[in-house]
T-cell receptor, first 116, second 112 residues
Framework: EPEVTQTPSHQVTQMGQEVILRCVPI?????FYWYRQILGQKVEFLVS????????KSEIFDDQFSVERPDGSNFTLKIRSTKLEDSAMYFC??????????????FGEGSWLTVV | QKEVEQNSGPLSVPEGAIASLNCTYSDRGSQSFFWYRQYSGKSPELIMS????GDKEDGRFTAQLNKASQYVSLLIRDSQPSDSATYLCAVTGAGGADGLTFGKGTHLIIQP
């Protein structure tokens, strides 16, 4: 079964450092997403990406965050100047045709970010 | 602001019984509704999706949607210990790139 792959699975970084989380969406998918889940809290939407641009972003996705699709396969989330409260599990997701009827949203296994 | 509400539980159900999970949402414009299962430290796994009012059955799972009441439910028949997990309700709007709004999840425990 096709899967969304994420790297690294776990990263520890010092406060103030920049972090890049990488995702390889399923090859024929067109919509890509980043979500985060702080320990013990709900899954929160960060950003969606379609046709090489951001389609929608939440209030959480401020200037500290950026996304990029540098080539035909990778989808990255960059967090500049990390803060302690950025510690969370970050999930990448993809879907062939958005969230319309019949499209399954596939989640990656997540990247656990710890800011110290 | 879009909100999805779920009882956090834990909801304890004997093995073989029916587990009933409920969810309400605030945005009347929501069009797509999902139930995910999440084990501790793992990613959400899609269980059911539902897009129109009524019931949708898939194996032991039945999703129910009532848009007028802004209510979504998930029934799990013949509950198994392996069904013990946190169940997340998620909704999204009409746009293809809309992000999912998740509830906090209901922790379900199936007692052997």
């Amino acid at each position: 079964e096709p899967e969304v792959t994420q790297t690294p699975s776990h990263q520890v970084t010092q406060m103030g450092q920049e972090v890049i989380l990488r995702c390889v969406p399923i090859s024929n998918h067109l919509y890509f997403y980043w979500y985060r889940q702080i320990l013990g809290q709900k899954v929160e939407f960060l950003v969606s990406f379609y046709n090489n641009e951001i389609s929608e972003k939440s209030e959480i996705f401020d200037d500290q965050f950026s996304v990029e699709r540098p080539d035909g396969s990778n989808f990255t989330l960059k967090i500049r100047s990390t803060k302690l409260e950025d510690s969370a599990m970050y999930f990448c997701a993809s879907t062939p045709g958005g969230t319309y009827s019949g499209n399954t949203i596939y989640f990656g296994e997540g990247s656990w970010l710890t800011v110290v | 602001q879009k909100e999805v509400e779920q009882n956090s539980g834990p909801l304890s159900v004997p093995e073989g019984a029916i587990a009933s999970l409920n969810c309400t949402y605030s945005d009347r414009g929501s069009q797509s509704f999902f139930w995910y299962r999440q084990y501790s430290g793992k990613s959400p796994e899609l269980i059911m999706s539902i897009y129109s009012n009524g019931d949708k059955e898939d194996g032991r799972f039945t999703a129910q949607l009532n848009k007028a009441s802004q209510y979504v439910s998930l029934l799990i028949r013949d509950s198994q210990p392996s069904d013990s997990a946190t169940y997340l309700c998620a909704v999204t709007g009409a746009g293809g790139a809309d992000g999912l709004t998740f509830g906090k999840g209901t922790h379900l425990i199936i007692q052997p």
